[in-house]
């Protein structure tokens, strides 16, 4: 176990599954001579060479498409997205092709492919580099979505990415890539679909997942000294999403608050608010709470960015209204 | 037709040729009649006039170890890779035995085994996972070449571009075919170019390329072979503007109005079936009677084909779930 940061544990699951397997190659803007626009790729040029690790042109779109069709070629390609908000010129082809291609081959064709760089609001960046674009890519079936929130998740979700036989969307955040956590060395997997209680509470449950679980236990801390137990469940995997954990924990506590800060129009959040008021209706005591960014494009004013995002505060005021407290 | 070696001037490859492209206009005439009848539905983009595209490029490389990928109108491909027209008739069907179990239609026909990656339906977004295969080839110094196939209309896409400029960085094995057949569904493609001459969009990009004629078989054949050829010892992407005409409308909806009459059958008089068939009577290897007999066996294939499909179970209620993950 070592303390390492985020972006060293990506590191760690990229090195490793490129040591262990020459299928695994790596290619976006920026990965090899510049060493990452966010150093995640850092020394890998140099160990593994251009073949492996490739600088392209700033062509999201061509780039997506190579590494697909690499990948139904029989290679293992992960392409970095400089930020989700550049995948947008690539969506076709995440889409259309490496959503849909085995369905419409009728099973003779597998895309193994991952497809990571941050998402999320960062800090500053303006309406058309802030923005959560998890919900897009989770409408798709054909697609694998995840959102590690810790570097040790990070490295073991990562890895069981790169090993899967279908397209994953892999979904880091600028704001964590310095966040450290302890981090198991060598082997450390973790499986596609299982949500994580990242702290055990019996007066309500908050669901979320990536970058907001930190602030979600930093509320949980203030709420416990307001002598509210609140148990935390991380999703990790929005696609498949592991409805049962959600369900036992809000069997357990009867009370329900989604933190996502993604905006709230058909959003994960709000699908997730939806399963648990249909499939818990029987088990829940109020309603459940969605806390997700505001219905807005990211402004660029500092005050403006923080009120248009999941806060503490307003965490807080959703679980006192679940607990009519 | 099995995947050809490069053996020009060979009679019995000549015959094989003009066999498999009538085998295609004979299905394509099939699959109308069927469109008419509602056996089959939404698009059906038809390949007839353009057989000798296809069959001549797919002929000068090695299924076993070369790619073939391709946009929406797929059915000349197919039939040119080796596919069973029994399995093709029944994906138009939508049955459970068509090659995709049904669920890509005709748009979507797939081998993996014959290293045929689509019947691909957006226009132009196929241009990138072509030169994708092409960097695992690349990758794995396997020799495989890979023919990108695309269309006059998807010249213009981003796709195209973007692909041509990696492909030339890092000298993918790619041949780059625009089968120019002058229409981007029903927008004549001078109207929407800016250049009339596509080889110089790959020269744009540092690209050697050339126009081939596109009605007859063998200078296809020939072309794409020396392409190949070119791909493998000079480590370079190669363009191709293979001018051609397609018959039919767009797809089963279009009337084709947007064209006259006599520009149509200026092109029949060219036809790529007729050229294969004069060249083989001259050579004394191929008599009316022996084309008749062809004939006849390529018909009864696509009626065997029909019978097939007509008598194939649907998918089951099961299947809609199946295949979406691996």
Partial sequence: ?325 | MASGKKSGGDAELELELLRTMLLIRRFEEKAAQMYGLKKIGGFCHLYIGQEAAGVGAISAIDLGRDYTVGAYRDHGYALACGMDPKALMAELFGKATGVSKGKGGSMHFFDAARHMFGGNGIVGAQIPVATGVALKARYRKDGGVVLCWFGDGAIHQGSFHESLNMAKIWKLPVIYICENNQYGMGTDFRRVSSVTDFVVMGHSYGIPGRVVNGMDVMEVRRDVAEAAQQVRTEATPVFLEIKTYRYRGHSMSDPAKYRTPEELESYKKQDPLLIQKARLEEAGTLTDEQYAAMDTACKATCDEAVKFAEESPEPSPEALYEDILA
């Fill in chain 1, 1 to 325: 176990m070592s303390v390492i940061t985020f972006r060293e544990a990506l590191r760690a699951a990229l090195d490793e599954e490129m040591a262990r397997d020459d299928a695994v190659i790596l290619l976006g803007e920026e990965v090899g001579q510049y060493n990452g626009a966010y150093k995640v790729s850092q020394g890998l040029l140099e160990k593994y060479g251009p073949e492996r690790v490739m600088d392209t042109p700033i062509s999201e779109e061509g780039f997506t498409g190579i590494g697909i069709g690499a990948a139904m070629a029989g290679l293992r390609p992960v392409v970095e997205w400089m930020t989700l908000n550049f995948s947008l010129q690539a969506m076709d082809q995440v889409i259309s092709n490496a959503a849909k291609m085995r369905y419409m081959s009728g099973g003779q064709f597998s895309v193994p492919i991952v497809f990571r760089g941050p998402n999320g609001p960062a800090e500053f960046l303006g309406a058309q580099h802030s923005q959560a674009l998890q919900s897009l890519y989770a409408h798709f079936p054909g697609l694998k979505v995840v959102a590690p929130s810790t570097p040790a998740d990070g490295k073991g979700l990562l890895k069981a990415s790169i090993r899967d036989d279908n397209p994953v969307i892999f979904l880091e955040s600028e704001m964590s890539y310095g966040m450290k956590g302890e981090v198991p060395d060598g082997e450390h997997i973790v499986p596609i679909g299982l949500a994580d209680i990242k702290r055990a509470g019996k007066d309500v449950t908050i669901v979320t997942y990536s970058k907001p679980v930190r602030m979600v236990l930093d509320a949980v801390e203030s709420l416990a000294a307001e002598g509210i137990d609140a148990e935390v469940v991380d999703l990790r995997s929005l696609r498949p999403l592991d409805e049962k954990t959600v369900y036992d924990s809000v069997a357990k506590t009867n009370r329900c608050v989604i933190v996502d800060e993604s905006m709230p129009f058909a959003s994960v959040g709000s699908h997730v608010a939806w399963l648990v008021s249909h499939a818990c209706f029987d088990d829940l005591d109020a309603p459940v709470q969605l806390v997700s960014g505001e219905d807005v494009p990211m402004p660029y004013n500092h005050a403006l960015e923080l009120a248009a995002q999941p806060s503490i505060a307003k965490i807080v005021d959703a679980v006192k209204r679940v607990l009519y407290a």
